[in-house]
């Protein structure tokens, strides 16, 4: 009788264990998505816009961290497709960034299914098109990366979230767009800026409570300031950090990056103006929404509400005054604080220079001289075939070398568990926003003129934040530390779509020879195959 009990009772405990790693696992969302043609008018002009399932712009996706995302994107339109998903980390797998420089773009009439996490992340995010420009047409959205019920947040649960995609816009159509930029010219300014797809929209609220606005610039190439006429704004948010919620009146918001505000609705019952407006730029454009209090009655009236008069050294102080909140947890128990990183010296230094050139006669941009085109296969599927000739790792240098400009599909090698100091120096006299996929990491300078090493005694060493898109003021440097924790090959990019498109990008190949998938996931099932690939199994 004994022994026939305990094969019993290992059995009964093998499937109570079984039983719990299944519903351990984190739960799966499935999404099916169109991009097709469509027709909007959102300056008063019809004109072609990309929409994903009929709308512009596009379904928002509101996540919980960790989630699996399964989402199959099938493109309707007439130019290959794909969409990045912006500081989304993508652990272990650039296979799902979204990018050329990670995946073939998804032909027209055919789909892909993305499947990715949003591990350890919580926050608000934008996804939007990668290919050509598309993004000048649509085809955006908001991401919101909510904590697990489990994980506290550092503020009251708001009586409901906006999402404010905010960004400059052209009349022009996207194809027309490019063949400019391809023709060796700049786009002209901007025609106006949307909020939502719109020049203006409306907000509701009820009195006495509070409400979350996630802003984000989705725009190709300027800056903007955001404000709420007689309402204080409380920062508490960060592209996934959580930060010291010091009140605003308004918020400069740079090319790619996104914030979060809580707005108490504790003015007397009426219609505030809802104010964005361009930062940096001779013509001022300007988009006005409103904040529609439940119970008011009383349309907006006065004067709109001013954006600051001071340029470059008022955006750089606000800039410093966002800082991480230290006791705070993020999307883990542990507090944000916990992690030193201003007691970790930086295995490498890395001097970033952007500069603007004619390069066989057409206008290009350059990072250290070097002026990024794409290849016609994947970097990372270059590296998974060892097929050569793709990519080189020796034309981007570490640092400026003041050399004659020229083209190249450039990538900079580095060692998985680098911890890198990237100077960002802008000797141009327009901003400047750069991104870097994969990651966030920490701005810890802004400072005005050449960086130098004795910069480094003005770094924020304790509580700068974790950011994935940083702002460089004209004729000044921006300096992030980042642990490169994350293997893969990583964009890094001008923000500002023209300078992106015409080179103003490349590649850091993060990399550890001892091949495991603790380090980083295999190739997809599904990836799609393109130039020298073409025919490869994987």
């Not at 509101?62 to 130019?79: A, M, P, R, Y």
């Not at 047409?137 to 550092?154: L, M």
């Not at 097929?387 to 990538?411: E, K, W």
Request: hydrophobic share 35%; charged share 15%.
């Amino acid at each position: 009788m004994e022994k026939c009990f305990l094969p019993i009772l290992m059995f009964f405990i093998l499937g109570i264990l079984s039983g719990s790693v299944v519903k351990a696992e984190d739960p799966y969302k499935y999404y099916t998505w169109t991009v097709s043609y469509g027709t909007a008018s959102p300056l008063g002009v019809p004109q072609q816009v990309i929409l994903i399932n009929g709308q512009f712009p596009g379904p928002t996706l509101d996540v919980v961290t960790n989630d699996n995302i399964i989402l199959n994107l099938f493109n309707k339109l007439d130019q290959p497709f794909l969409l990045t998903w912006n500081g989304i980390k993508q652990r272990k797998n650039s296979w799902q960034d979204g990018v050329l420089g990670t995946n073939c773009p998804i032909p027209p009439n055919s789909n892909f299914t993305y499947k990715f996490q949003p591990k350890d992340q919580i926050g608000g995010y934008t996804y939007f098109p990668s290919t050509a420009m598309h993004k000048a047409a649509g085809g955006f959205g908001a991401i919101n990366v909510y904590a697990r019920p489990r994980i506290p947040v550092p503020y009251a649960i708001p009586a409901g979230d906006f999402n404010l995609l905010i960004g400059d816009w052209y009349k022009s159509n996207h194809k027309g767009l490019q063949q400019y930029l391809d023709s060796g010219r700049s786009l002209a300014f901007p025609d106006g800026i949307l909020v939502n797809g719109q020049t203006g929209t409306t907000f509701s609220g009820d009195q006495g409570k509070t409400y979350m606005f996630r802003i984000s610039n989705v725009g190709l190439s300027t800056s903007f300031n955001f404000r709420i006429q007689d309402h204080k704004m409380k920062l508490v948010e960060v592209e996934g950090s959580n930060v010291d919620q010091n009140m605003y009146d308004s918020l400069d918001v740079h090319v790619g990056q996104s914030a979060s505000v809580l707005v108490t609705l504790d003015q007397p019952s009426k219609d505030y103006y809802i104010v964005a407006s361009t930062r940096f730029t001779r013509k001022i454009l300007t988009s006005v929404s409103v904040l529609h209090y439940t119970n008011s009655h009383t349309s907006v009236s006065g004067p709109i509400p001013a954006g600051p008069t001071y340029q470059v050294h008022w955006s750089m102080q606000q800039a410093r005054t966002l800082r991480w909140n230290l006791t705070s947890n993020a999307a883990r128990p542990n507090p944000q604080g916990s992690f030193h990183y201003g007691t970790i010296t930086p295995t490498r230094t890395i001097v970033l220079s952007n500069s603007a050139y004619l390069i066989n006669g057409k206008k290009r941009y350059t990072v250290n001289g070097v002026s990024y085109i794409n290849a016609d296969t994947p970097l990372k599927l270059a590296d998974y075939f060892n097929i050569p000739g793709v990519y080189s790792t020796n034309t981007i240098q570490a640092f400026p070398n003041g050399g004659a400009p020229y083209l190249a599909t450039s990538v900079m090698p580095a060692s998985l568990h680098d911890f890198l100091e990237i100077v960002f120096q802008n000797n141009e006299n327009t901003l400047q926003s750069w991104h870097l996929d994969g990651y966030d990491f920490w701005p810890v300078g802004y400072g005005s003129g050449q960086w130098s090493q004795a910069s480094r005694k003005s770094y924020n060493l304790v509580d700068a934040l974790t950011r994935h898109t940083v702002q460089v003021y004209p004729n000044s440097w921006s300096v992030i530390y980042v642990s490169l924790d994350n293997q893969g090959m990583w964009n890094l990019r001008s923000a500002m779509w023209e300078r992106q498109y015409l080179g103003q990008q490349f590649y850091i190949r993060v990399y550890n020879p001892i091949k495991s998938l603790a380090n980083e996931y295999d190739i997809p099932s599904n990836a799609l195959l393109c130039g020298r690939a073409l025919g490869r199994h994987s």
